[in-house]
């Protein structure tokens, strides 16, 4: 073959490599296309089933938030005895157990609302911790009554977490 026959071969095949290169580049893009809208149509169909589950949970992490701010934990459990150390225990344990309730809740919320849902609850128990060494503490009553005052001068732990809880809550919709 001299250099004339190879120049008319590429001329002629030169049409069909771009209309193969360009049916190449139309097909993948619609086959992407195509699996992003069906990725986007299955996202669509679990958050369906997803939000009302994350709403439960915020509901729950609120309830517990609730459950564990010192004023009602305090009017909801009432000491057995007289001591403080026993009534210390009591309130700890509630608050633990209440919180081992609410663990699987962790998979509907973000990482972040977890991590003040946790700070909230350790602040309280520290909170009863402070409270029962204070000087003026020597029964299970006046523990109350220095864990109520406590609160009068600031806020109490889980007030802020609600708060974030309110704010995340309000972002989903």
Known sequence: MDIDNIIELLFSIAPALV??????????????????RRRF????????????????????????????????LLTRVHPTSSNKEDYESLLIATIEQEFEHNLSQQIYVSDQCWSITQAAKNATIQLIRKATQHENTDTANKLREVILTELMDKPAPSNAALAFIKQEVSDMW
């Open 19 to 36: 209309v193969g290169a360009i049916a190449y580049y139309f097909f993948k893009q619609h086959i992407e296309n195509e699996n992003s």
């Open 41 to 72: 149509l299955l996202q669509k169909d679990l958050q369906k089933e997803t939000f009302p589950l994350r709403l439960q949970a915020y509901e729950r992490m609120a309830l517990f938030l609730e459950r564990i701010a010192p004023a009602k």
